[in-house]
């Protein structure tokens, strides 16, 4: 198994609408990225805080070869352009 995760947001979440969950930001989403060309050189971890004030982008190298881009934006919109832009910037090659 590469990767087992869950999340629980929304009133019935405990503590879900404190600052140190998703703070003012409203969407949150994944990518998980299973490339057997990482086996040499996987990506290393990585916050990305340059691609947008709106939202933030973690790159999470896993066991075996893959990565998870894992991003949380103030909206879908800005939240798929996070991902993309992290999938296509740091693990496409």
């Known amino acids: 198994m590469i990767l087992d995760q869950g999340a629980d947001y929304g009133p019935g979440a405990a503590g879900w609408d404190s600052p140190?969950?998703?703070a003012h930001h409203r969407?949150?989403?994944?990518?998980?990225?299973?490339?057997?060309g990482f086996a040499p050189a996987p990506p290393t971890f990585q916050a990305l805080t340059e691609i947008s004030q709106d939202g933030l982008a973690v790159?999470?190298?896993l066991a075996g070869p893959a990565a998870l881009v894992t991003?949380?934006?103030s909206d879908g919109l800005r939240l798929?352009?996070?991902?993309?832009?992290t999938h296509s910037t740091h693990l496409s090659r």
């Not at 798929?80 to 832009?85: P, S, V």
């Open 59 to 61: 790159l999470t190298p």
């Open 20 to 22: 140190a969950v998703l």
């Open 80 to 85: 798929r352009y996070l991902l993309n832009t």
């Open 27 to 36: 969407a949150a989403g994944p990518i998980l990225v299973v490339e057997t």
């Open 71 to 73: 991003a949380i934006a």
